[in-house]
């Protein structure tokens, strides 16, 4: 669990997190909703610790990671894995090398063929087994986003950290990769965090929403409550898609069992 008490954060004049207070919850699918410039991913950014907040305070399962000695931090950002937006491969490196990468670099004490196994189960659990030899250049994009989900597990992380992972991404294959990233955090009890503004992927795995509006939470909640949510800034920002306008309509007509159904239709249906 992420505990984050009243965090602000200022770049000259512009306030972009205005005492942003809320719970990362372990074993769950943590997305942090909102719009272009809410404040998502310097959120982000600020958990991770590629931002210092100018105020408040961040914890991870007890430990106070904000203002913590060195060593303190070291040890939790090693617990950290990352997917990034465009899943930052190094092109010069093949996928299993990708996936290697963070074990040379925070594992110092495996043994190269520990590590090699260590790959191989990754890439296996991501669908990927035969990829190992490929090129980044090699793989459509959403491999590359798979490769990514596997370079970010590979060090057993406790908390996964996702930038809008169906970026640039079809339907199809976003919905694929929001249901590998739900049944890993699932599997492996990991805290995951999600920067999205995607309607599908609140429907299909929102365990626990976030929405940020101009820099400040106003609500979280479930993907069952965010239909009812009486927030007007949620509203008018949910009810643009044509997905959870379908939603709302079916839960209405036939309840928790329609939306399980709806959620399995494909999108061009709705």
Known sequence: MIEISNLEKSFGSNQVL????CTLETGKCNLLLGGSGTG???LLSCIVGLQKP???SITFDGTVYTNAKVGIRQEIRRKIGMLFQGSALFDSMTVAQNVDFPLQMLTPDMSAEE???RVEFCLKRVGLENAGNKMPSDISGGMKKRVGIARAIAPNCTYLFCDEPN????PATSI?????IYEITHEYNITTAIITHDMNSVVGIGDHIIF???GKKLWDGTKEEILNAEVPELREFIFSSSLVRAAKRVEEEDGPQGL???AQEPLSEL
Do not use: A, M, P
């Open 260 to 262: 399980e159904q709806l």
């Open 54 to 56: 100018d105020i408040g």
């Open 18 to 21: 205005k005492g942003v207070s």
């Open 40 to 42: 998502k991913s310097v």
């Open 176 to 180: 694929k990769i929001d249901e590998l």
């Open 167 to 170: 970026s640039g991404l079809d």
């Open 212 to 214: 940020l509006h101009q």
């Open 115 to 117: 590590r090699r196994d």
